[in-house]
């Protein structure tokens, strides 16, 4: 039976975390506790072990946000087959890919975004629209708002 990957809760106040990096990809083997990927919290970035050995059977969160024990992928045998992805709303600049679609361009595009510097921003009250991201991918950062907040 297949063992979904979750995002872990590292603080009780945590609701959500953004997927940074993935260490293994689609199709190779990883053992139980091995590093799988990375999360960004407000505070810090995570390293995620996991959950059992096997494979990754699929990876549903590439980049960006996820709700807290959000499925992020799959880790099983060869050709196990794998509950259909759950179509919740996405959390807040969930991306389901790791490049961003031909759309992106205009207002309407999926902003990478840490939830920390998301949170800043509406502190602020600035849209991120406006903003340049200078991390990993283009993902917007903390320093990127405070940037922004200072030239206002």
Known sequence: MPTPVTIPRATIAMEEAAV???RK???ERVEKDEILFEMETDKVIVEVPSPAAGWVLRIDV???????EQVVAWIGDQGEQIPEPQH?????G???AATPSPAASGPSREIACSPAAR???RELGISLDSI???GPGGRITEADIRKAGSRA
């Open 20 to 22: 940074v990096s993935w």
């Open 25 to 27: 990809q689609l199709g």
């Open 62 to 68: 590439r980049e960006g946000a996820a709700k807290v």
């Open 88 to 92: 919740a709303a996405p959390a807040e």
């Open 94 to 96: 969930q991306r389901a």
């Open 119 to 121: 949170r800043l921003a």
């Open 132 to 134: 340049q991201g200078t």
